[in-house]
């Protein structure tokens, strides 16, 4: 045993642990033949120039015709589908959203309303906002998509050096063809060396990577390899309150556990280890604990965990034999001067081998945020530390259930990880876009935490860093006995008045999970400068006017 007493142990997640059904997927399409193939290229390839060559199976479906069954009840209907679905909560895209979407039809068919248009201010699109894609990305995608442009003397030498690299990677030197499920090689490798140079020289290993279809797509791969057991024994998963609905949405269909910890607002929403304790101590009465969600910075809380409070979090996870889940989407929104973005990973790493060797963690990142907002072309990754072997088996076996991530968003993944470097034509340009989108997004969240707190009844904690704030409403008692009467929630009749009278489209702070008694709302900070000061302009005279009608 060591001096914190966690010895030599079994992993959390293991092939006894993990979910059985992952272990009954057979899928010969990229089966061991498959896999052995690959590894005859690698050999191949570092002895002389031949390669292999294969085609990929397809399931024939079998045609259906009229056979004059007659009217019947449907195969899928409400009460024969998965009841689990049923139970999914998405308020990013919920009611309000859609009802935002009926106003902007109802506007464009001439109905008169107090507003010219809606300003959705729901969800994290930068570029639906507004925002400029990154000229350098944008050129390389381009030419890899259509690499007659590679003869094009409008294109940057380094930005074609970049796309004939990535094609020579690609089956056919095609965007079109599939890839490893796991991703393509070269920008596995590339994220390797991203992650090395961000985390100060600590190793990382292409073989723990695995490319994904947004971060999203990454973090429910590991939690259906995560959930198992039943009962007092079933899969207990520890989100924070506030939450991303990813989590609770992705619970509810694996029928997991939700294992609510909150964070401290009156502390900037800071993450308290004994409310983990709380947490962990009182979920161990009715399910099996096996994991521990982190979203740093935090959505919908726009907070930066400091390192002392990461130290304790990699701590507490040791002692209480939990997996670690780091969604580090955020990671270069960091605004508050004072605050830092530190990688799970490295401080892991930095706390020595008692924690390093035994602490199982998965890391992810994205393309769709940051100062790239490329959320369409749905590029991430996620990185795997201390996991077991056979398990490692049993993911790859997963992923490639799904063939492969989108080809383009790994492309534009590795533009991310590997952006152009400061002897090349298209450094000078690449840096000062990065810049301009980073201090825009800076000085808005300074704006939006200033403009709030001036108004009487919200409070707003500083927006240390991501894309959102996440203000407390103080509503006035008639206000809540008019929702009750409605049977919606406060903060969703809140909403819903602001969409109609103002064409203002905000997420309640139902739908993320709060403190009973307290009411919220989130809003993102990435619209226009010009037209976010707009949008809070009439949250403050409608609060004004809300206060006053329900007094």
Known sequence: MTENGLGHRERVLNVDTMNPNVKRIEYAVRGLNVQRAVQIEKELKETSSWTISGTFCE???????????????????????????????????????????????????????????????????????????????????????????????????????????????????????????SGIEVIRQDVAKYIEKRDSGIPSNPDD????????????????????????????????????????????????????????????????????????????????????????????????????????????????HLFLMADEVYQDNVYMEGCQFHSFKKVLFEMGPEYSSVVELASFHSTSKCYMGECGFRGGYMEVINMDPEVKLQLTKLVSVQLCPSIPGQVLLDLVVNPPQPDEPSYATFIKERTANLHILSEKAKMTEQVLNTVPGIHCNPVQGAMYTFPRLTLPEKAINAAKEQEQAPDIFYCMKLLEEMGICLVPGSGFGQRDGTYHFRMTILPATEKLKIVLEKIREFHKRFTEEFS
Not at 147 to 171: T, W, Y
Request: proline letters at 5%; aromatic letters at 6%.
């Open 59 to 181: 399931l024939q479906k079998p045609n259906m015709t009229e056979n004059g069954l007659g009217h019947r009840e449907r195969v899928l209907n409400v009460d024969t589908m998965n009841p689990n679905v049923k139970r999914i909560e998405n308020a990013v895209r919920g009611p309000i959203v859609q009802r935002a979407v009926q106003i902007e039809n109802e506007l464009k068919e001439g109905v008169k309303k107090p507003f010219t248009e809606v300003i959705k201010a729901n969800i994290g699109d930068a570029h639906a906002m507004g925002q400029k894609p990154i000229t350098f990305f944008r050129q390389v995608i381009a030419l890899c998509v259509y690499p007659d442009l590679l003869e094009d003397d409008k294109f940057p030498e380094d930005a074609k050096n970049r796309a004939r690299r990535i094609l020579q990677a690609c089956g056919g030197g095609s965007l079109g063809a599939y890839s490893a499920s």
């Open 209 to 320: 990577i695995y490319l994904s279809t947004g971060a999203s797509d990454a973090i429910v791969t590991m939690l259906k390899l995560l959930t198992s057991g039943e009962g007092k024994t079933r899969t207990g998963v520890m989100i924070s309150i506030p939450q991303y609905p990813l989590y609770s949405a992705s619970l509810a269909v694996l029928a997991a556990v939700q294992i609510s910890y909150y964070l401290d607002e009156d502390k900037c929403w800071s993450l308290d280890i004994g409310e983990l304790r709380r947490s962990v101590k009182a979920a161990r009465e009715h399910c099996n604990p096996r994991a521990l969600c982190i979203i740093n910075p935090g959505n919908p809380t726009g907070q930066v965990q400091n390192r002392q409070s990461i130290e304790d979090v990699i701590r507490f996870a040791a002692e209480e």
